[in-house]
């Protein structure tokens, strides 16, 4: 699952975030990243992840450590879902699930009981070079933020 392991360098990609401002792997670089891929706003479970982020949020950013999501809804939606649940951090659009592939996030996974192609709910941190330093690919949502700073070492 994941076209990358840690040490790796992250793809190439360009898409927009909730306000239609681009982002860019080249826009990253020199921050350190969360990056947590997750299927759909406004979902049961992806709405528990995000908002677990949120609650905790100061937590990475006094580490210094932007937070990203991305998941296949458009910058539309993703400013309809910060907006109802109050999200510190920025969201980015993938509809054509290009950045997911890129990663290799997205494919067959089994769904209620039943085989479904879908977006693996995964987090990884980057470096301010643009290198994966960690991933998650075991993501708890209600229990994000503990596995991330445990993950992180604080």
Partial sequence: MGNFKVGDRIPSFS???????????????????????????????????????????????????????????????????????????????????????????FGKKIFMGKEVEGVYRTTIAIDENGIITHIIDNVVSGEHSTQLSEALGF
Avoid: M, W
């Fill in 15 to 105: 898409s927009v975030i909730e306000d239609g401002t681009t982002i860019t792997d080249k826009s990253i670089a020199g921050k350190k990243v969360i990056l947590f891929f997750y299927p759909k706003d406004d979902s049961p479970t992806c709405t528990k992840e995000a908002c677990n982020l949120r609650d905790n949020y100061k937590i990475f950013q006094k580490k210094g450590f932007t937070i990203f999501g991305i998941s296949p809804d458009n910058d539309k939606k993703h400013k309809k879902f910060i907006d109802k649940y109050e999200l510190p951090y920025s969201l980015i659009a993938d509809p054509d699930k290009s950045i997911i592939n890129a990663f290799g996030y």
